[in-house]
């Protein structure tokens, strides 16, 4: 389980690291959706070490929820889910998004990653 765990955690590394390079070339729409990716891998390794299970969602409000992810960092994962909603698919309205705002989703990540590794 521990390895599962540390692949997660490697995963949402990775994610994070990618929403740099996107911020830095100015694609904010992938840069955002990568934060999303970071953020849901980083909880599915504190749901795993919690239960011992995986949930198939994207739903981060859910999976912050499950863990008892702080109140303070719940209120990203709302905002976060909506943009993984309208980056992924074509029916929903865009997302306009800015360098500002890419750049609060990426330290909101950094963040939340850091939690969850103080988790397992």
Excluded at 62 to 85: N, S, V, W
Excluded at 91 to 120: C, D, G, H, M, Y
Aim: charged share 30%; hydrophobic share 40%.
């Amino acid at each position: 389980m521990r390895k599962e765990i540390e692949n997660w955690l490697a995963r949402a590394e990775k994610d994070l690291a990618t929403s740099i390079y996107l911020l830095k070339g100015k694609k904010y729409e992938a840069a955002a959706f990568f934060c999303q990716q970071c953020v849901e891998k980083a909880l599915k390794a504190v749901l795993i070490h919690q239960t011992k299970k995986i949930v198939k969602t994207h739903d981060l409000v859910f999976l912050a929820r499950a863990i008892h992810l702080p109140q303070d960092l719940e209120e990203g994962c709302k905002e976060l889910t909506m943009i993984y909603i309208s980056t992924r698919y074509p029916n929903i309205p865009e997302t306009t998004l800015e360098k500002e705002r890419t750049r609060k989703f990426v330290k909101f990540s950094k963040e939340v990653l850091q939690w969850a590794k103080k988790q397992v």
